[in-house]
């Protein structure tokens, strides 16, 4: 059986985040398509608008991925029409103020793909006050 595309995209989405594959992240998404992560208002998207132009979407990458060591662990995986959900945990290890740290991501991360297979939306359900509280330094 065929692996769900939308479910196939995700799994693209997590090696090149992981592997810091910037071009091929960046090469999955559709003209307009549109990153939110996390949905709505926060440091990461002041206006809460998302992410949905190629400059916006690289800027995410550079402000948020780029420098950052990342393991996604899907623990569920939904998928439905053109679109899967996935449960996720991501454990984050980055430098903050000349120290490394980590942190936990937990949330619902979906993928939507329009027409021609590219991702028309990446969003993010996830709580950012409740990750804040797992920053730390890495021992």
Known sequence: MAEHPARAMSLKSREYTQTHNKQAWL??????????????????????????????REAFWDNNIANSD????????????????????????FDMEGKRHCQQINGIFTYG???EGKLASLRGYWQL?????????VA
């Open 27 to 56: 090469a999955m998404f559709a003209e307009d398509g549109k990153i939110e992560d996390p949905i709505g208002k926060s440091y990461l998207d002041e206006t809460g608008e998302g992410h949905n132009t190629p400059e916006a």
């Open 70 to 93: 990342i393991t996604i662990t899907i623990h569920h995986s939904y998928a439905c029409g053109d679109e899967v959900a996935n449960n996720i945990t991501i454990d984050m290890e």
């Open 113 to 115: 793909l329009n027409g």
């Open 129 to 137: 006050e409740e990750a804040m509280q797992t920053i730390k330094p």
